[in-house]
């Protein structure tokens, strides 16, 4: 009697491929940690070998992708999970094999040590220290541009890497849109441009207990999360249980440093609550710069400039920083519609898309070669009148004041105005948002937020979640609707 050999179990070839992307993960994971250890403590002799690291793992996670593409190249995906999986598997993939290895390389060398001149060109005001790496790191940019191809305009290469299929055209539209609704609901408001507590001194210490206290109100476990110190705040996810964020403590006018602690942690939320099945595997990150910025513009605007956020804070602030002013004069404290905010992330909501607007508008001209990096302070102040109606003093205030351009991060921008729209989109889907907040119901707010956005990872590109959530594309109207509920309604 002849015995049947048992059948040999079928090879799932997706399952192989994510399994051999765990050492990609690790590259990643590696190259997050040294470019947080840089910003954060990092000795400036250290540099050069650190810019080398960076540059030499680089290279090897192009070549394990590379090495993974035959093992998914016929794949189809039999389900959501797996098309998305395979979708930015591809992704990756198609980026690295575009780029030569000497290409990518000196983009990780060069960022490395072009933000460590930023910071010392910032420190003494003078933009001429960094401009020639700004122009190498320019030239950089254009070329992968033109390696990664385009229809139309060559940052729409560039902002698709943040923005999956949005383009230049939708950008402009999106912009054409919003401003002018900003304006007018501007023009219909009367408060405040100034306030006292701008000039309130605090102490670093006793503001962080308050973010402290905020951490445990978001439930963002010290297990698995901590907060440093770095010139430029940002988050950078390490793992799902292993988070960093940093920020700073400017000596006054302390909702600056508490605003850019609560966004960060918006950022680090949506880290911490994505799917742990996607835990080193190609989705499992955001599902675009937009939608995780939306998150921390979610947090830091519509939830902690709101009034019934305020008032739970108010105690904490007398307390912690001996603020003694009443709930009522913090929230006009922190929505104040300054005439003079220079500064980007000091901006209200009102003049923060502005902001945003004249950074898009000249990267995008740098990119395709209709402004010089030798002209950029001049045509920073330019804009800066154009857009926010002032002049900046110094380089500081101006053109040096954004460390994204200097780490090559063109076609970044925009996608704080996405968050910001989808942010407002979100907002309409609460409903009764104000009523949870007053309530404290901030466990639900983060639930849902979670199975609405966080779970899902980059499985969906930005445009099928926000069809899925919502039912439609990126839409600017719930956000200016937002807005006119905010500050329309408060001001009658």
């Known amino acids: 009697m002849m015995v049947q050999k048992p059948k040999a179990p079928k090879i799932n070839r997706l399952e192989e491929a994510i399994k051999g992307y765990g050492v990609v993960a690790s590259i990643r994971h590696t190259q997050s940690l040294l470019f947080w250890d840089q910003e954060v403590n990092m000795p400036k002799g250290g540099l050069n070998t650190r810019a080398k690291a960076l540059g ?6 192009r070549r394990e992708l590379l090495s993974l593409g035959p093992k ?5 995906g039999r389900d959501q999970f797996e098309r998305g999986m395979l979708r930015e598997f591809r992704s990756e993939i198609f980026y690295v094999g575009r780029l030569p290895e000497d290409l990518l390389r000196e983009l990780e060398v060069h960022s490395s040590k072009t933000v460590e001149l930023w910071k010392i060109a910032k420190r003494k005001s003078d933009f001429k220290m960094v401009q020639p790496n700004l122009e190498r790191m320019i030239e950089i940019k254009r070329e992968i541009a033109d390696r990664l191809g385009y229809e139309k305009h060559p940052y729409d290469a560039l902002l698709d890497l943040y923005e999956h299929e949005v ?3 939708q950008t402009e539209k999106m912009f054409a849109e919003l401003l002018p609704k900003l304006a007018q609901i501007k023009k219909g408001t009367n408060i405040e441009s100034e306030h006292p507590l701008e000039n309130f001194e605090y102490s670093k210490a006793k503001m962080k207990k308050v973010t402290l206290e905020l951490e445990r109100m978001l439930k963002l476990s010290r297990k698995s999360f901590r907060s440093d110190v770095s010139e430029h705040p940002f988050s950078i996810p390490l793992d799902l249980r292993d988070i960093r964020i940093t920020t700073n403590f400017p000596k006054n006018d302390f909702k600056n440093s508490f605003f850019d602690s609560f966004h960060e942690f918006g950022h680090a939320l949506y880290a911490a609550q ?5 835990r080193a595997t190609p989705a499992g990150d955001a599902a675009s710069f937009g939608f ?6 979610f947090w830091e605007n519509i939830v902690g400039h709101s009034m019934g956020f305020v008032r739970l804070m108010q105690p904490l602030f007398e ?7 009443s709930a009522e004069e913090i929230y006009r404290y922190f929505n104040l519609l300054k005439h003079d905010a220079v500064i980007r992330m000091a901006s209200n909501e009102l003049e923060y898309d502005s902001h945003i607007a004249m950074r898009y508008k000249i990267e995008k001209g740098l990119i395709s070669g209709e402004m010089k990096a030798s002209e950029l302070p001049a045509i920073w102040n330019d804009y800066m009148m154009r857009y926010i109606g002032i002049t900046p003093k110094n380089d500081r205030e101006g053109v040096l004041q954004d460390m994204h351009w200097y780490c090559g991060d063109f076609g970044y921008f925009p996608a704080y105005t996405y968050g910001n729209v989808i942010s407002g989109m979100l907002w309409k889907t609460f409903g009764n948002l104000d009523d949870l907040i007053e309530q404290r119901k901030f466990d639900y707010i983060r639930e849902r937020l979670k199975e609405q ?7 969906y590109n930005p445009k099928e979640l926000s069809n899925k959530l919502f039912g439609k594309d990126y839409d600017t109207a719930d956000y200016v609707e937002y807005l006119e509920h905010k500050y329309l309604r408060r001001t009658e």
């Open 56 to 61: 030499d793992l680089e290279v090897l996670a």
């Open 319 to 325: 307390k912690y920083l001996g603020v003694k002013e």
């Open 72 to 76: 998914i190249k016929h794949l189809k």
């Open 274 to 278: 994505i799917d742990p099945r996607l």
């Open 453 to 459: 956005v966080h779970v899902h990872g980059s499985i």
């Open 167 to 169: 383009t230049v055209a």
């Open 292 to 297: 995780d910025e939306s998150q921390s513009r």
